[in-house]
């Protein structure tokens, strides 16, 4: 009997979280596009992140049985259908459309559905797989996500630098190609269950244990302490720092993604050596400080500094909010995954759509909605304390 190659599966789970990147973050670097060329408000831009993370959210609740009942392969290569379909549409839906922004928001809705399929599934295909060290596993998987981000901005500023912004729609079906390939990975690659038939624990089991909750809150605060940054670091460089979209998009979201990824790199090649809880403490200040850095300074420099150590900072905390929750949890199962990245999702759809309206009630002033996104850190380093406190100071 061959042995199982599960190095395929580890690869088609990497380019699973490089399409979740493409599919997060290219339209992102399009909203002064849109708002220029469409006419879209900034409080209908930050709409676009509220319902790509929606969509993502209700996906991530309706998985919590379905996952199980279907099984992961004819979910996971249904994520690769509909990134790629939806990333194709965004070439020609918002022409042939009476109003581009439905086009938009429809495509969106379309690649998200594979995104939030993506997200329920590749970290438990991951779990199930027989790695030693899964907590840096897991971490170098999710730097995966960051690697696709750095890519998508450098590969999307190279294309506009050749080929003038004007043909975002070419490179909206070169992106495309990446999920459609990925197809074939995933329909041949080995997937074993996460844990046994009948072992995993329930929804209404998850919900009785008050710590299960406060990991709730902890990935809210991960996802919206990592996206309200993120999301709107293009659009925040150009409008409110005053630099060319060019280096407003290498210094702000692609310096993010690079900072992030190192950060859950480190973690995945060292993390045995560091105490995790405290790790994370560590990066939700500083990502606190990093908010404050980018919001309050009018120096163009500071506040790209701010955006991309914020990168850093928020490297660990969706993987280290897994990571804590399977290892108190091993029973979770899908439903805990699919639970927690509901959460994550709900903070992402949370945190862009606070900077957004407050920085349009504020009169288009993105350093104002900015600002409004320290109450995501500080809340995180509260709950990963709680969690220490509760868990890990009565096993020691």
Not at 8 to 16: I, N, V
Not at 64 to 71: N, P, T
Not at 139 to 158: A, D, M, P, Q
Request: net charge positive; charged share 10%; hydrophobic share 50%.
């Amino acid at each position: 009997m061959r042995s199982k190659n599960y190095k395929k599966t580890q690869r088609a789970c990497y380019l699973g979280f490089v399409t979740q990147a493409i599919c997060a973050n290219f339209a992102p670097l399009l909203y002064i596009t849109f708002y220029k060329t469409y006419g879209i408000s900034f409080g209908k831009l930050a709409l676009i992140s509220t319902v790509f993370f929606f969509t993502q959210l209700m996906v991530d609740l309706f998985c919590v049985k379905l996952a199980d009942r279907i099984g992961y392969r004819p979910c996971v290569v249904a994520a690769e259908v509909t990134s790629g379909f939806g990333l194709l549409g965004l070439s020609f839906l918002p022409d042939i459309m009476p109003r581009p922004y439905t086009g938009i928001l429809l495509c969106v809705i379309i690649y998200a559905i594979g995104s939030g399929l993506t997200e329920v599934l590749v970290s438990p295909i991951i779990e199930a797989c027989p790695f030693e060290n899964k907590d840096r596993m897991m971490s170098l998987l999710h730097s995966f996500y960051c690697w696709g981000s750095v890519g998508v901005i450098v590969g999307s500023v190279g294309f506009f630098a050749i080929f003038v912004l004007e043909n975002w729609k070419i490179l909206a079906i070169i992106w495309a190609l990446i999920p459609i390939y990925n197809i074939y990975n995933f329909v041949t690659c080995p997937i074993d269950a996460l844990v046994e038939e009948g072992e995993s624990m329930g929804v209404r089991q998850l919900a009785g244990n008050k710590l299960f909750w406060v990991f709730i809150v902890l990935m809210v605060c991960a996802g919206s302490s990592e996206l309200a940054m993120a999301q709107w670091a293009s659009a925040f460089a150009e409008s409110a720092l005053h630099v060319s979209k060019e280096v407003g998009d290498l210094a702000g979201p692609c310096c993010f993604a690079v900072l992030m990824g190192i950060s859950r790199v480190w973690y995945g090649k060292y993390g045995e050596k560091v105490d995790l809880t405290i790790f994370m403490t560590a990066s939700g200040i500083i990502c606190l400080g990093c908010y404050l850095l980018a919001g309050l300074t009018s120096a163009p420099v500071f506040g790209l500094v701010g955006c991309a150590l914020c990168g850093f900072a928020v490297g660990i905390m969706w993987p280290g909010s897994i990571s804590i929750s399977s290892k108190i949890l091993p029973k979770g199962g899908t439903a805990m995954f699919a639970l927690l990245a509901l959460a994550g999702d709900l903070g992402g759809a949370l945190g862009p759509s606070i900077v957004g309206n407050i920085s349009q009630r504020a009169g288009e002033n993105l350093r104002v909605g900015i600002l409004a996104g320290i109450g995501f850190p500080i809340v995180l380093v509260v709950c990963v304390l709680l969690v220490r406190k509760k868990y890990i100071g009565q096993k020691s």
